[in-house]
């Protein structure tokens, strides 16, 4: 099994009301993968983080492995969401995949 887990810092122009809309569709859109892509057990994206940390949103993932992975990166359906809801609002970005 492989973790999966990014780190996203949303565009510092962003209104307040912008943010918390984008952080639901974030989530909405990413979460709605599973059950899409092979090999991509299970899928979190958490939005509410504490006023302690730096990151304004994470995806914590599993897949079976470093191919499904791969193929997780590369699938249409993930590209169409990431380029759609993640990359415009996005400024920082930070991942680590690790075996489990």
């Avoid at 918390?20 to 991509?40: A, C, S, T, V």
Wanted: proline residues 3%.
């Amino acid at each position: 099994m492989v973790k999966h887990v990014i780190l996203w810092k949303l565009k510092e122009t962003l209104s307040e009301d912008e943010k918390k809309k984008i952080l639901e569709d974030m989530k909405k859109n990413l979460e709605g993968l599973k059950g899409k892509i092979q090999g991509l057990e299970d899928i979190k994206i958490i939005i509410n983080p504490l006023g302690s940390s730096n990151a304004d949103v994470m995806l914590d993932s599993v897949l079976v492995d470093e191919e499904a992975l791969a193929g997780y990166q590369s699938h249409p359906e993930h590209v169409n969401v990431a380029n759609t809801y993640v990359r415009p609002f996005t400024e920082i970005r930070l991942c680590m995949d690790y075996e489990v």
